[in-house]
């Protein structure tokens, strides 16, 4: 994993609760596909914001992975 990955990684999706991009990544890694699936997983969605942060921001992780 390069220097620009691994910062990329550290970037957090879910502010309220301080999850970063690279747990997302794992869990879309092995095999999670939804929105809700993710949220599960993480505890993202869970925050005072209830999700409204950092919904779009998973959405968006999930299609790049799509065009990826
Ligand atoms: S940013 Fe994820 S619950 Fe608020």
């Known amino acids: 994993m390069d220097e620009q990955a691994i910062l990329e990684g550290l970037k957090p999706v879910c502010l309220c609760k ?11 890694a092995a095999g999670l ?4 699936a993710l949220k599960k997983a993480t505890g993202a969605g869970s925050g ?5 942060r ?7 992780l999930l299609r790049s992975r799509d065009q990826g």
């Open 18 to 28: 301080g999850i970063r991009k690279s747990v997302f990544l794992k869990h879309i």
């Open 33 to 36: 596909t939804s929105v809700e």
């Open 48 to 52: 005072p914001c209830q999700g409204r």
């Open 54 to 60: 950092c919904t779009p921001r998973i959405e968006e």
